[in-house]
């Protein structure tokens, strides 16, 4: 016979239990486990002879996304079932480190001969659980994170071609289940060409989603951000909270997000596990932005990087070796290493102050003393409470009618609102006229003679390339980067492998520049060749950018 009540246990150490029951397992009933739950952890223990240490586990409600309280087809069984689902940091198998691994414990629920009371007491521990597990918020850099409003709508956009081909079986095998598991519902959009995702974002209702979660490369993202940005009303659109899950070659920003969750770094489906653990806690931060003018082009947003030289060419030139995923760009590298190349402009940048830097550390305390303000209005869980009248689901749209099964905002407001001139998106105060001089506050590169030139505003350039270590989600500043010519090609190579693991900076190569910027403007002398937007080519020539701080939102757990 199981047992319920609430008492202290000695085994459990530091917090005092506020829940304790006896229960088998699923799969084995005479197998029977006393499990507690207090304030941080799901303490798991076999009853047995044997010494406590070797029979207790303990779960940390840090590592949970869910649980679910539920019963059986069989009439004739009153049991109920509770079963909880975490991804703990756990060593791996065949190599060294840690990475997220899925734990789930299923407990049967049989003290009593009523079906319905003892679904009521797993839904009962359910609810605690759940609470529990979204008390556990994380602090990062002193500031609290927003969550996201439960329980969750999100749409999620996959495009079945990048990378190696391989977003929609990855969604099957991990993520449709991670999301189950979280009680997130989600309505599945397969892309089927070049700015479809921009399109949709442009004009739909995005009042039908919490949350707009992309599977991809980096290059879908830049999509959805252009597509919101180029909105009549992009102040409301920009808002809805972004996800990303890596299904590309690149990775950049989801690798990024996971450096910023202060985890091991790791890569391929482990990173796709950390990033879809980060995405089921639902904690959303502010991202910089940065407004990119080109010559006769309308002007971009970029959330990843600007790049000219090195760098662009092999992002582009490497794109014949997508079938070997993110080793793509290390077999790049070696191909533009071996007829390295000289080019020619003149670079200028409006250097960070320390006026900017301060204002960052006070918008931080303020987004704190904001978010502790919304956290008292709704101190509910952030993993999802499964509606008693209509259980969480999963929607799917079918490619080929997806545009005609979602709606689209109203035209009349549209109309209104297209009366201004104002190109959308916020405005530039940095910038002059790519044509008009430059203010005298400018730096102007003495050099015209580059390798390579590279902004970031996000910690990773790839999966496994730290361009900018010190770099935040919302530091408000551009990470220039730019390598003089004369460097050696072993000098250059040694840099790359460097910036691995973002050491590249304590090199002391004295060809490397970086510096902290808020603004900058590039003119290439040279005719022809490749600038990349976030990994996107586009129009060569004169291009000239600004970092807007906190502008979007983003899902980091």
């Not at 969750?152 to 598991?181: F, W």
């Not at 590039?522 to 586009?538: F, H, N």
Request: some cysteine; charged content about 20%; overall charge neutral.
């Amino acid at each position: 016979m199981d047992q319920r009540r609430v008492e202290p246990d000695p085994n459990t150490g530091s917090s005092p239990v506020t829940l304790y029951g006896e229960f088998t397992i699923s799969g084995n009933r005479k197998v029977t486990r006393a499990v507690s739950l207090n304030e941080r952890d799901l303490v798991v223990q076999r009853l047995t002879s044997a010494p406590i240490g070797r029979n207790k586990v303990v779960l940390s409600l840090k590592d949970c996304v869910g649980c679910r309280a539920y019963r059986e087809d069989d009439n004739a069984d009153p049991a109920a079932y509770l079963s909880v689902y975490f991804y703990p940091l756990k060593r791996r198998w065949m190599s060294s480190g840690v990475a997220r691994q899925r734990v789930e414990h299923c407990f049967r629920l049989a003290a009593l001969q009523d079906a319905r009371a003892n679904l009521e007491e797993a839904e009962k521990w359910a609810r605690a659980v759940r609470e529990r597990s979204g008390r556990q918020q994380y602090l990062r850099d002193g500031m609290l994170m927003s969550e996201l409003s439960r329980p969750s709508r999100m749409l999620l956009l996959v495009n079945p071609q990048s990378g190696k081909g391989q977003a929609l079986t990855l969604y099957n095998s991990h993520i449709q289940r991670m999301l189950s598991e979280a009680g997130v519902q989600h309505t599945l959009f397969i892309t089927e060409r070049q700015n479809h995702a921009r399109e949709l974002v442009r004009e739909a209702d995005l009042s039908q989603w919490d949350a707009l979660v992309i599977m991809s490369g980096d290059g879908l993202l830049y999509e959805v951000i252009n597509g919101l940005l180029e909105r009549p009303d992009w102040e409301e659109a920009i808002q809805t909270p972004l996800g990303i899950l890596p299904g590309g070659s690149g990775n950049a920003l989801a690798a990024s997000i996971h450096h910023y969750s202060g985890a091991s770094p790791v890569s391929s489906e482990e990173l796709l596990v950390s990033c879809g653990f980060l995405l089921c806690k639902g904690l959303v931060s502010r991202m910089d932005l940065v407004s990119i003018h080109l010559s006769s082009s309308p002007r971009l947003f970029s959330f990843l990087s600007l790049a000219w030289g090195f760098v662009a060419d092999v992002d582009i030139e490497s794109e014949k070796y997508r079938h070997v995923g993110a080793a793509r760009f290390t077999v790049g590298t070696l191909v533009r290493l071996a007829s390295l190349r000289v080019y020619k402009g003149r670079l200028a940048y409006l250097p960070a102050t320390k006026d900017s830097q301060l204002e960052g550390g006070m918008r931080k305390n303020m987004m704190l003393h904001c978010n502790n303000q919304a956290s008292s209005l709704s101190p509910t869980s952030l993993l999802c409470h499964q509606s008693r009248d209509s259980p969480c689901q999963n929607t799917f749209h079918n490619s080929c009618h997806s545009n005609n099964s979602l709606k689209v905002r109203r035209t009349e407001s549209t109309s209104s609102r297209r009366v201004t001139k104002a190109p959308p998106g916020p405005q530039d105060s940095l910038l002059p006229p790519l044509d008009q001089p430059l203010p005298s506050d400018w730096v102007v590169v003495q050099e015209e003679d580059f390798v390579l030139m590279l902004a970031m505003y996000q910690s990773h350039l790839a999966e496994d390339l730290l361009a900018a270590p010190d770099a935040t989600l919302d530091d408000g500043v551009i990470h220039l980067f730019y390598v003089r010519a004369g460097i050696p090609r072993a000098a250059l190579l040694r840099l790359f492998l460097a910036m691995e693991k973002g050491a590249h900076l304590a090199t002391n190569c004295q060809h490397l520049v970086h510096t902290k910027v808020r603004a900058l403007r590039l003119e290439p002398y040279s005719p022809k060749g490749i600038i990349t937007v976030d990994g996107e080519v586009v129009e060569y020539g004169p291009v000239q950018a600004e970092v807007h701080r906190g502008l979007a939102r983003l899902i980091t757990g």
